[in-house]
Structure formats: C-alpha cells, structure tokens
C-alpha cells in the first residue's frame, strides 16, 4: 500500500487524472492551470474550487469565523483573475458539525456575503450537511472570459518579462505570528518571547483577510498589457513558477534582490531568525499574480503600479533560478505547502 | 444560543441566503432550483454541488469506495438532467485522512472515470487535501442548456399531470439491508434475522450504485412533451413535491395506488414490518425525475415507458394531499432525510 503523502498534491492529482479523456468539445481546458474554461458559445465559463478544512487549512483558534468566510470566497476569485476572466457567481458548500450553532454560521456567512458585495459576485448554489467533526467549507467560483483574454500558465517564451503583484512572504509571517501567540497563549510554549501586534497589522491582515488582485488585472487592461502567462500565487512564488516553466517548457531567471517583501515581512522575519528570501519565495497564500510579457512591453510594465519586473524567461535548458544578490544561480525547487506533509508533521 | 438542527438544512439555507441580492445579469437562476442557471451568451450554463461526507451520506463498512465514486458524481448528474440539460463537466475535490492510502483513492476515482464514462462528462478540476478524519467528496458538475429547453420547479400549473420515472423507495430498503447487516456481523443486534441478499440485489443497486435518468430526458424529447416543472427525488417524493408545489405556488393530489413500487421494495417493506407507502414517499435517494406536464400531454406520457402518471396539480387553496386507496385525503407532509437531524439521532 502506497501512503499518499509520498506522492504529495501535485503528484495525487498527476496520478489519478491521467487516465481522464476529454470527450465533450465544450471542454476546452480541464485539470492542470488556475480554472478549467468551457465553451456553451458566448463567451468562456471559467470553473475553479477550493476546499478549506478546519485542522488542515484554517485554525479556529485564532481565525475569526467571518474573515475565513470571507477568505474561502477570495482564494477562488484570484483564480479567476489568474486567467484574466471577471468572477460572477460562487457556489459554498459547508459542513458543519456539532460544535457550530446557528450564531456562527451566521458570521461566516457575514464574510461570505461581503466578499461577494465587494467583488460583485452572486451566490447561486451549494450544499449544507452535519459533519462528524469540524467544519469543511468547499466553494467553488464561476467566472467569464471573453474567448482573446484569456491567459493560460503555458503561453510563457524565452526573453519574456516575470512581473509579480504586491509583495510576498507576509501571509506566512502573519501565520507564524498567529501560531506562535496561540502557542504562548495555551502554555504550550515557555517562551520569554511575548508577541504584540502592534506595528504587525499589515501581516495578520495578509494572512487574515487576503484580497484577489482584480485591481491588477484592470491595470493590465488599461495600459494595453496580455499578459503570455499567469497563475496567481497560493503555494508559493517557487512552486508557481516551476508550474509556469513546466506548462510553458522554458526556464527562467528570478533577481533575489528584485523580489517585492515589505518591510513589516524583513522585520518579522528577523525577529523570528528565518531565512527572509525563502520565506518569500516559499511562504505561500499571498495571492498575488504572478505574469509573463514580451520584452516589448517592457516599457508599459515598468509604469506598473501594482506589479514590478522580478525575472526573465529563457531557453528550457537553462532550468528555473534565482539569481542571489552576489550573482549566483541556485535552482529553483518546490517548497510549497503541502497538505499532505503537514497532516504528517502535525 | 441556536441548534442548527432545529432550523432543518432548508431552514438554514433560507436563513443564510435571503439577504444575498443577485448582481449580475448572467446570473439568470441563483438558489432554490436543482441548478444555478448561468448567462454568459449562447447556451445556458447550468451549475449544481453536492457533498458527500463519510459517518453523514456513508459508511464504508458496507460502501465500495468504486461505488462511492460512481454515486458522488450520478447524484451531481441527476440534478442537471432535472433542468432538462446536459451535463458536460465535473470538479471532484477530495479530503482524505491518514486511514487511506494511494490504492483506496485509485479505487474511487475507478468509479468517478465510470460515470464519467457511462455519462460522456469530463472531469476538468478539483483540489486534494488531507483531513483531520474521514474522507468528503464535494463534486460540481457543469451542464449545458438551449435557453428554451430548461424546466425550473416553479412552472406547475393548475390541471398539470404529476409524473415520476421508475420506481420509489427501493434505495432506502437497500440502505435498512445493508444497516441491518452490519449490526447483525458486528453483533450489535442479538437477532435471529439473518440477512440473504438472493433476490434482493435491486434493492442494493439502487442504494450503492444509483443512475441519473438520462433515458427519461430523452424519452420526453422523443415524444415531444416539454415538462412545466421538474426536479430529481433526491430527499423522497413528499419533500419534492412541497418544494415543487411551494416553487409554483399550486396544490396536488397524488394517488397511492399510482405511486410505483418494485415488488422486491414491498417484500422487503414487509419483512422490516415497516410502512410500504411511507418509505417510497420518504425514503429519498431515488433519484428519479419529478415532472409535471400539461393536460393536454396526456396521452403523450400515458405512452411513456421510463415514466408513469401518479397525479395532478391543483388549485394552491387544496394544499399538497394524498389520496389513499380508500380514498382519503392525507395532507402531505415533508419526512425527507434531514442531514441536521441524523447527526443527533446518530
């Protein structure tokens, strides 16, 4: 017998989705990029879902009901965006056991139905069950492409442009803040170190209550960008550009000192005495966008508000690296969460 | 404080969802139909969820995991079939705890590729996670529809004929066979009933390996009937036909020597000493469809093969009623399986 966590996600999925033909002609994408795109005529339906399990994703202890409401609904609109598709509809499916009484179902809800006011969504369907234990929320969102804009992972070319939205690594550092009090808080740890959130709004805020980055996407639109490639950053900044190389057969070159971090991640990150750039690179649920664009864009780019230029792409056989800040080339590896290795190291 | 058990799973959606206002123009059908109905010019897209968790929708002491796979994406099937459409597409997310291994998720996905086979869907995305304790499948499935084709259950007009495909109450016996049959080998039950399944294996098809009634679709297409109404049996033929009476604001009469009944569902109703018409009115997991069609359709269904009349809609101020083989009104009273009050009575 095979343990799955051998194989980890990525490999699971590889292994149980191959043997999977399309037949329909509506199936223009399946498994394997941010959404699966279908065509009914009209423009494309983008379908992409998500499941948040309590113990595994989320952590009750420390995650107001209403912010991961909130959040289960926005993890699956920067998929849409991922593709350069506009979110329409979500559907939210919850399982609940009975710990949970009408009260709090009621504050997730309020988060829910808050993600969907701001980003103009409608909520159109789900299911809703006991649970034996804990709470399961699985939403899945619904979205529309004009047929020309859509951005698959795999249109990336050699000398095209890596920009990324936002900065990277403070959703992890919120996280490690917020396990790290709770750790303090329960005895479990005796640790003179005695967490305060003040001055660290900006990386519980991340972690808390992440936004999908449509402001990116109006941008792009705005100054005429399209971009080859893009996928939205959930696992980490490596493990998503080792996804866009591997769709895209082609290498790339990241700067290490291009790489956007806020000062609020560097000063955590000291405290804490972890490897800033790792944690950026590898830390995970930033949700910001990471895209390709030809070199002749480079110019339109750089006027970016909400991105900045971190790499270029290059021949495949120069594999993906990230250039540190005294030139050397270390590969990039996958370092990204794994729910099937933190069931393990739980 | 409120128990969610006692608002009961429609209660709660209700109650969540009725300050949710609908934003966009493709969102043609939001909650409270078998489907979400979905704008995005051409074809309609239709949407439907369903999740399945383990100790809740089954116990895989007597569930084969290939089964399981088969029933998690037919019951998702069924409900796109009951708007008259096409399904075309599926997501299957998975959480699985530590108790399965790779060769049990190959096992269930044998049964996902079979209806996904059997039914001509595509399965174009999903997410895999450990879980804290058991295994839950939350599938979604996408399907196709000519604007004009799609029944919602809101459409049933007084005088309307009452029809359902196949035959009620046989899962629900094949789920009390399989229960009883546990207790019996693990010796919960200190019974002199021993169970033989010769002569019973309908009743455990129709409880471990479901059909969504495609045939019935297209049977309707051939005879040129367009139902006004229609949905899938899923929670038992009283709780639909509330939900269907309510959706049109009508009334009906269904009558009992009309509601069809295998003869192994009335042998075993017997042996359990158990009421025959109330488990096929209550038993749910049919899966069958629920139509009504008008009038003038009568001699048209009278000729239908995978259908059969068991009633007629009337005016809303007679209330929902079944008429017994003696002719008495019985009012009609929603029994269906309520996932709120198994968890407490489990």
Redesign the interface.
């Known amino acids: ?4 966590s ?2 980890g ?1 990525f490999g ?2 590889d ?3 191959k ?2 033909a ?3 002609a ?2 223009l ?3 394997g990029d941010d ?2 795109v ?8 983008l ?5 948040l ?5 989320f952590d009750l202890r420390y995650v107001p009901l209403k912010h991961l409401g909130y959040k289960a609904v926005v993890v699956n609109l920067s998929d849409i965006y991922a593709m350069n598709g506009t979110p ?2 979500i ?1 939210v ?4 056991s ?1 710990r ?4 709090h ?2 504050e997730l ?1 309020a988060g829910i ?1 808050l993600a ?1 006011e701001e980003y ?15 709470l ?1 929320i ?1 939403v ?1 969102a ?1 979205g ?1 492409a004009d047929p020309d804009d859509i951005v698959y992972r795999n249109g990336a070319r050699d000398t095209d442009l890596i920009c990324v939205s936002g900065d990277l690594g403070a959703a992890y550092m919120g996280l490690q803040l917020l396990e790290r009090e709770r750790q303090v808080a329960e005895g479990v740890k005796d640790d003179t170190f005695q967490p305060d959130f003040a001055g660290k709004e900006y990386l519980l805020e991340r972690q808390l209550k992440p936004e999908a980055r449509r402001d990116v996407i109006d941008e792009l639109r705005q100054l005429g960008i399209r971009p080859t490639a893009m996928m939205d950053v959930s696992d980490g900044l490596s493990s998503e550009l080792l996804h866009i190389c591997k769709a895209s057969g082609v290498g790339c070159r990241i700067y290490e000192d291009r790489i956007p971090i806020d000062y609020q991640t560097a000063i955590q990150a000291e405290e804490f005495n972890m490897n800033l750039v790792t944690a950026a690179m590898n830390g995970g649920e930033d949700y910001e966008l990471l895209f390709t664009v030809p070199l002749t864009d480079h110019e339109k780019v750089s006027q970016m508000k909400t991105a900045r230029l971190i790499g270029r792409i290059t021949k495949p056989e120069l594999g993906p690296c990230l250039v540190t800040r005294d030139n050397q080339e270390l590969p990039i590896r996958a370092q990204g969460w794994n ?2 290795d ?2 393990h190291n739980a």
């Open positions: 017998m095979t343990e799955i051998t194989l996600e699971l999925i292994h149980l989705t043997n999977f399309s037949r329909n509506s199936t994408r399946g498994v959404c699966a279908i065509d009914n005529g009209g423009n494309r339906t379908i992409t879902t998500d499941l399990l309590e113990g595994i994703h329409q509809q559907t499916s919850l399982g609940i009975k949970f009484t009408l009260e179902i009621v809800y139905r969907c103009g969504v409608d909520l159109v369907g789900g299911d809703t069950s006991a649970s034996v234990t804990g399961l699985s899945t619904i529309e729910a099937f933190s069931m």
